[in-house]
């Protein structure tokens, strides 16, 4: 089970996000100062040249505006998860059960030699250990953590 997300490369993507929002944000602004500077009045080409700038900074805006969200929802759990610089999982909902059953094997809880006409309702065991477990939403999708 290979979906479970780790808070310390989510950490990774949230300063990604910021770094580009941050350089967005900046070349945004070094735009408005060039455009009431003295040199759009002095250069001769000025004119042509912020146009190809105001079009790269535009696509930087439309690139980073389809992960402000993103930024928004990782700046929020960041803060919501206590662990979150310890390197907390977030386990998928749906792979929860699963997890559940390899949790119990892996801790002792389920001996290796169990008899094939046990069988254990597992369905009612994740149940039971979620009340351990909170739960969070990144990109829609539902993810629970300890």
């Known amino acids: 089970m290979n979906n479970t997300l780790d808070t310390r490369d989510l950490q990774k993507r949230l300063e990604k ?11 945004q602004s070094n735009v408005d100062e060039l455009m009431v500077s003295d ?3 002095v250069q001769p080409d000025f004119d042509e040249h912020m146009i190809n700038v105001k079009d790269i900074l535009s696509d930087a805006k439309d690139d980073f505006g389809g992960a402000e969200k993103e930024l928004e929802e990782l700046e929020f759990l960041s803060n919501e998860i206590s662990e979150w610089n ?3 999982q977030l386990i998928p909902e749906a792979d929860f059960e699963d997890y559940c059953r390899e949790f119990c094997k892996d801790i002792g809880d389920i001996p290796e030699d169990l008899p094939s006409y046990i069988v254990i309702d ?4 994740a149940r039971n250990i979620r009340m351990d477990y909170s739960e ?6 539902t993810y629970l953590y300890r």
Do not use: F, I, P
């Open 122 to 125: 597992w369905e009612a065991t």
């Open 136 to 141: 969070c939403e990144y990109l829609g999708r």
């Open 39 to 41: 040199l759009a009045v």
């Open 86 to 88: 310890n390197g907390t």
């Open 17 to 27: 996000l910021q770094s580009l929002k941050e350089g967005v944000e900046t070349a």
